[in-house]
Structures are given as structure tokens and as C-alpha cells.
């Protein structure tokens, strides 16, 4: 095969992208439409576009702990990959991306649900108990330790008979009486 039918063989592509927690709608529609206008100038068209909202990272990007996930599968000529990694690489917003190359030959036209390709928007970030140095490391209990620490005192307080620590244990039956 040529290197120029390679170049215009469609492929398959998926793009994760994570967003900062604090990204709003107009930021999210910004990337998104960026990334839509890409994979159109290589000849491709999208098949999905999935917001999989607010999750915890594994670990802390940018001093975030959160990222707002965003999804898209499309087909593309060559060179699709690269100028979307150099889109998402300069927008300030993006805190991590990957991108997987699906099927290298797609053969078949490709159908697409219109429902698939809508972009579900960025709902506002909800506040969040932020834990302090002390509280992360152990030291002070959290909200959600003194809740259940406050449970459990709530569980004792409904218990009737509290046994006397102090009284003399009764005395053993002896052997062979009943």
C-alpha cells in the first residue's frame, strides 16, 4: 500500500478528555465545538459525544481532585489525532486527554444517531466540604467521622438496661446442682 492511500484510509478514533471542575458550559461548548470542527476539516464525522460528568481523578492534576469527563468517537483520515492533542494541549481547561486508535480500516459507510452526537451540557459544580491539611492527614475527624461518631452515641442513648459494671457477679450454681 502507498503512502498516500494509507493517508486517506478512514480510521476509528476515540478522544477522553478531562476538564477543570471549574469549567462552565461556554468553556465545555468552546472545546467541544474545536474538536467537532477537527475531526470535519479531515473528512470524518462523529458517531458519539458523551458528557460523563464530575469524577474524582486518581490522583491530583493542577490542584484539582475533580475533572469534568467528556467522550468522543469518531472516524477521521490520518492526522486527526495530532491536531486534536494540539488543541486540547493548549486550551487551559484540559487537564489530561487520551486518544486510542479504534479499527485502522473502516470500510462500511457509517450510520449515526443524531441523539449520540448531541453534547449534554456542564451542569455548575456543587460545593464541596474542602478538607483541611490537619483533616487529611488524620489528625482532626471529619464532618463525616463526627456524624458517625454522633450515630453512635445516638445508638447507645436508645438502649434500656445498662449493665452495673460494678456489682458482684452472681454466684456460679455448683457441680451436680441444677
Known sequence: M???????????YEVVYVLAPNADNAEAERINGKVT????SF?????????WGRRKLAYIIRKHARGIFIY??????AGVVAEIERNLRIADSVLRYQSTLLNPHV???????????KFSPVLPAE????????QR????????RKQREEEDLDALDDVD???????????????GES
Not at 2 to 12: G, N, V, W
Not at 43 to 48: D, F, N, R, V
Not at 72 to 77: N, Q, S, T
Request: proline share 8%; charged share 35%; glycine share 4%.
Open 137 to 144: 492527614l488524620g489528625l482532626v475527624p471529619s464532618a463525616f
Open 37 to 40: 470542527e477537527i475531526v470535519s
Open 107 to 117: 470500510i462500511e459507510e457509517v450510520a449515526v444517531d443524531p441523539e449520540d452526537i
Open 161 to 175: 438496661e445498662v449493665p452495673d459494671l460494678n456489682a458482684e457477679p452472681a454466684a456460679a450454681p455448683a457441680r
Open 2 to 12: 502507498t503512502a498516500a492511500a494509507a493517508k486517506d484510509r478512514i480510521r476509528e
Open 72 to 77: 468522543v468517537k469518531f472516524v477521521a483520515r
Open 43 to 51: 473528512g470524518g464525522k462523529l458517531l458519539k459525544l458523551d458528557n
Open 127 to 134: 460545593p464541596e466540604e474542602e478538607l483541611s491539611f490537619e
